[in-house]
């Protein structure tokens, strides 16, 4: 029988205690289970594997979620930005110019973490595939108990 690569067993002595800590982990572009590893080894296409723990991160359904994660934060950073860009002296083509940079900015640096947190928040909460779930794993090695 093929052996769940989900279902390995933890590869290190500090697994994330929270959901936070795992959606941390992710957001850092780490692999939320052990943290040991990157998770993103190019800038949004997550690892099939983690070479540390085995985790098989392909199971994941992000879509775009990320994106607007990132608009939302973005376009919450940008209000009081645009507020005080728009009240300085400068011409208008130059508050243009550094309204866009910094909304680009913003939002293409924001995708990756957020892609991260949100693929944590699946693995974590056992959806898509992701079964059992963070949570569920955690609990099991807290109890001790590990189903066959």
């Given at each position: 029988m093929k052996k769940d690569l989900a279902m390995t067993p933890w590869s290190n002595s500090n697994p994330p205690?929270?959901?936070s800590a795992a959606m941390l982990r992710g957001a850092r572009g780490l692999c939320p289970r052990c943290g040991a590893k990157h998770l993103f080894p190019r800038y949004l296409k997550p690892s099939a594997l983690c070479p540390g723990c085995?985790?098989?991160w392909t199971l994941h359904q992000a879509d775009d979620f990320?994106?607007?994660?990132?608009?939302?934060?973005t376009g919450h950073v940008m209000a009081p930005v645009m507020i005080a860009i728009g009240s300085?002296?400068?011409?208008?083509w130059?508050?243009?110019t550094l309204s866009v940079t910094i909304a680009l900015v913003l939002l293409i640096s924001l995708l990756q973490p957020a892609?991260?947190?949100?693929?944590a928040l699946q693995w974590w909460m056992g959806m898509h595939g992701f079964k059992p779930g963070g949570r569920t794993e955690l609990a099991?090695?807290?109890s001790g108990s590990r189903p066959d």
């Open positions: 205690a929270t959901l085995g985790q098989d990320p994106p607007y994660v990132s608009i939302i934060v300085s002296e400068l011409p208008l130059q508050m243009i892609k991260g947190g949100i693929i099991e090695r807290l």
